[in-house]
């Protein structure tokens, strides 16, 4: 079963545009302009997005003078991916060994 942080993280993760940003991320590291420009999102909108994403654990910031830039966690969204296939791994387990509850 999921863990807290993981239903958070995925619900971080549930909305369109935030995924977008994190696909982003994975190529390189950006600054809220340059997401901006990609995402074509409105900066507030973006910012709020970006916020969700740092608070889940999914991006660390840097500052630069008076950009920040935004870098994904690896790690993060690697342990995510590790629980889902955990948890496909013990569907498909179950569904081979026909593993069903009887009804009262």
């Known amino acids: ?9 995925m619900r971080a993760l549930a909305d369109p545009l935030r995924l977008r940003i994190v696909a982003l991320l994975s190529r ?8 901006v420009e990609e995402t074509g999102a409105r900066q507030t909108n973006l910012s709020n997005h970006l916020r969700v994403l740092r608070e889940a654990g999914v991006v660390e910031t840097e500052p630069c003078g008076r950009y920040t830039y935004y870098r994904l966690r690896p790690d993060v969204v690697e342990s995510l991916g590790r629980s889902l296939l955990e948890l496909a791994g013990t569907a498909h387990a179950n569904r081979a060994a026909e593993t069903r509850r009887a009804c009262p």
């Open 1 to 9: 079963m999921l863990m807290s942080v993981e239903a958070d993280l």
């Open 28 to 35: 390189e590291t950006l600054c809220t302009t340059h997401l």
